[in-house]
């Protein structure tokens, strides 16, 4: 999911299969496989989060999405400094990128970005994660 490149879902698909009796049989024993099988079934989003991880703004923005449980979501930050490694293996586009010296949250869906936001709110409606009462 985190690179988009379809011959690692394909492998990722035939595991599955050899891991699914295992799985049916004792679900509890391999949650993280079923979490992974739920990530690799269905569509799939993905959050860049363009900013300097130390800052305030970042982790406002990345706050919501460890709070919730969101087995379809890829999330990675983008450090404005650059990390040329990350951005060849995901992919990124160049585009991904702090807007007017905020943080930002590009929210994709299956590799189709919505509007960039920097605003928290809007990051969790776009993901349709609600906002917990205090």
């Given amino acids: 999911m985190l690179t ?4 690692f879902q394909q492998r990722a698909k035939r595991l599955a299969s050899l891991f699914a009796g ?3 049989r004792s679900p509890a024993s391999c949650t993280f496989f079923c979490s992974g099988f739920l990530a690799g ?8 989060i363009a900013g300097d991880p130390r800052s305030a703004d970042t982790r406002e923005l990345i706050e919501p999405l460890q709070a919730a449980f969101l ?3 890829t999330v990675l930050l983008r ?4 990390d040329p490694v990350l951005d060849r293996i995901a992919g ?3 585009s991904h990128r702090e807007l007017d010296g905020k943080a930002t949250a590009y929210v994709c869906r299956d590799h189709t970005c919505k ?3 920097t605003d928290p709110a809007q990051m969790r409606s776009l993901l349709g994660i609600e ?3 205090e």
């Fill in 92 to 94: 990124l586009p160049s």
């Fill in 71 to 73: 087995p379809n979501v």
């Fill in 41 to 48: 079934t269905g569509p799939s989003e993905q959050v860049v």
């Fill in 79 to 82: 450090d404005p400094r650059g």
């Fill in 4 to 7: 988009g490149d379809a011959s």
């Fill in 131 to 133: 906002e917990k009462e």
């Fill in 22 to 24: 295992v799985a049916g």
């Fill in 115 to 117: 509007s960039p936001t």
